[in-house]
Nanobody
Framework: QVQLVESGGDLVQAGGSLRLSCAAS????????MGWYRQAPGKEREFVAR???????AYGDSVKGRFSISRDKLMKTVYLQMNSLKPEDAAVYYC??????????WGQGTQVTVTS
């Protein structure tokens, strides 16, 4: 069973930066895609960024140019570098991973709080 553990969430002032990490374990082969979603109170879960095993990346419109996703060579850890944080970036950030032919996996989430 694939397990995802996020870390790095914190309280930061607007304009600041944070780096989130997500460590995956329990896979029998390399994950195909890893990424991040976020959910603020009262809002739907929102796509933030994803990275394919090929290295291709995609970002949600609200974070383009400010956030950057990267991974280690083995596709076991994914990082989300968040710069120029805004109060509206505050949310619980969830790591997401997928293998072809299986349902996606989710982490428990890490809280990001941005003060104005």
């Amino acid at each position: 069973q694939v397990q995802l553990v996020e870390s790095g969430g914190d309280l930061v002032q607007a304009g600041g930066s944070l780096r989130l990490s997500c460590a995956a374990s329990g896979m029998r082969r390399s994950l195909d895609v890893m990424g991040w979603y976020r959910q603020a109170p009262g809002k739907e879960r929102e796509f933030v960024a994803r990275i394919h095993v090929s290295g291709n990346t995609a970002y949600g419109d609200s974070v383009k140019g400010r956030f950057s996703i990267s991974r280690d060579k083995l596709m076991k850890t994914v990082y989300l570098q968040m710069n120029s944080l805004k109060p509206e970036d505050a949310a619980v950030y969830y790591c997401n991973a997928s293998l072809t032919g299986t349902s996606p996996y989710w982490g428990q989430g890490t809280q990001v709080t941005v003060t104005s």
